[in-house]
């Protein structure tokens, strides 16, 4: 399919996540070969479980609160179960199963969970106890589940500061999430099933320090912080197609060295003498391909006249605001020294898309002001210098 002038190459695609599977396979037999009598090695969707890509790719251990076992136990079938295995809640209690769902407990404790065949039971200290079992959430019409924990990612270098719990986040907007989902499994089908296909997961968070975030670490989960706003469809589908664009990159641009000149954790600052450019080469080759995301899916929204009124105006704004940022990007990425040559066959393309949005709405962006506006899009802050009643 095409993003914009971006054509997305299925064997590229398929070819990695094949690597990414066999690369966990691997980790997991060393260590500990014995799972592989009870999980199905031919189903690739064990091995592109976020919280294995975290477990594999933290090399200080013993960073994990989770045990091994208690990742892998909701896939493995009922007949092979381990009849006992350890398990830990987190420090909000939520003990984590991927895959068959969550119970909640005591902050930061350690259990055995017992399986009988049909049901879970659990034991501390020898005393039996009874935490809640909760279901997973999925995202409505999909196979992407809503974290209901706190990754442990988010407790990584600078531990998340929430704002509120996850399962707070959770019932205020999910409704809304699920809402721009179904718009998008309308406007962008196809899109959507490149998205389900690379993400497992979907965190809504809501804290100060953190924006919204995919990470290789964590890979398959997409994490929206809604950042305290009362956000609304318009705000989900940017950062949905946003966040799990970068999901969907990771594979479509490995190795990296195919498409770099130089090395990937290289600081972009270093090319373009910004001392507030706090990414990497690879990252801000990562952006290239996420404003063509966004941008796709917002100008699918405009075209087809999803919105009215506010979210009209919000979405044009938005898709105004990336062009700016996508124009200054494609300038510093067009170096030699940062790109090879297949590195500038996606550039290309990625200009090609910029070329064309910019020919369809320049009149607009020519009049819109973002003087005001920092490193996330503010709708108050659009809306003060370009107020709704000029472009309705």
Known sequence: MKLLAFEIENRILDNNLVEYTNTIKTLL????????????IDDDKIFLEPTLFFYFSEKKAPIHNTPLMQLL????????????????????????????????YKPASTLQLLWDGETVHFMEDNVHVNPVFISDIYVNGSSIRVCQ????WLWKDDPAKFIEPIPATITGFLPALNSAWSLMKKIVPEYCSYIEKTNREIALINCYNKFSLAAFGYFGTAFLNVQNEPHDEVFFIDDIAHQCGHILFYPLSMPFTEYLSTDHRTPMKEFTQVEWEERDIYGC???????????HCLNECLDQNIFTGKQQHEALGRLAFYMDKFRKDLASMNDPLLLSDKGFEYFDMFKAGYDRMYEKYKSIIRKMN???????????????????SKWT
């Open 285 to 295: 080759f990562h952006g290239l391909f996420t404003y063509t995301t966004i941008l």
């Open 73 to 104: 136990w909701g896939y493995i079938t009922n007949e092979k179960k381990p009849g006992i295995i350890e398990v830990r809640s987190d420090v909000n209690g939520f003990i984590n199963l991927p895959n068959y769902g969550y119970f909640k």
């Open 149 to 152: 924990h706190v990754p442990e």
């Open 29 to 40: 037999f060393q260590a500990d070969e014995a799972i592989f009598d009870l999980i199905d």
């Open 370 to 388: 973002f003087s005001n506006q920092y490193y996330l899009f503010n709708y108050s802050s659009f809306n003060t210098l370009n107020p709704i």
